[in-house]
């Protein structure tokens, strides 16, 4: 079992930066996928950043150049760090862990672009 909790989300102006945190009840260096999930108002939950296989890292298109995942193994903690928000980023933002083929989920944050 993998118990996921986020902070970090709010609301901030378009152009703004904002950074969200994932804490996991294991060690990282256990869990074989760490990833960061978004569900916009009224559409599908989709990837937005993940790191496997130790650091290899991919992005979702749309937030590429603007996205950065990272994870440190000496805290179990895995971060989003958001730049150059737009009002199309508002969502609910998921931390997200595979370990062993299990999946596991945060409770989300919301995080909203506004002016």
């Known amino acids: 079992q993998v118990r996921l909790v986020e902070s970090g989300g709010g609301l901030v102006q378009p152009g703004g930066s904002l950074s969200l945190s994932c804490a996991t009840s294991?060690?990282?260096?256990?869990?074989?996928?760490l990833a960061w999930y978004r569900q916009p108002p009224g559409k599908q939950r989709e990837l937005v950043a993940r790191?496997?296989?130790?650091?290899?890292?991919n992005y979702a298109h749309s937030v590429q150049e603007r996205f950065t995942i990272s994870s440190d193994s000496s805290k179990d903690m895995v971060w989003l760090q958001m730049t150059n928000l737009k009002p199309e980023d508002t969502a609910i933002y998921y931390c997200?862990?595979?370990?062993?083929?299990?999946?596991?989920w945060g409770q989300g944050t919301q995080v909203s672009v506004s002016s």
């Open positions: 997200y862990a595979q370990r062993y083929g299990f999946s596991y």
């Open positions: 294991v060690s990282i260096r256990d869990i074989h996928v």
């Open positions: 790191i496997s296989d130790g650091d290899y890292t």
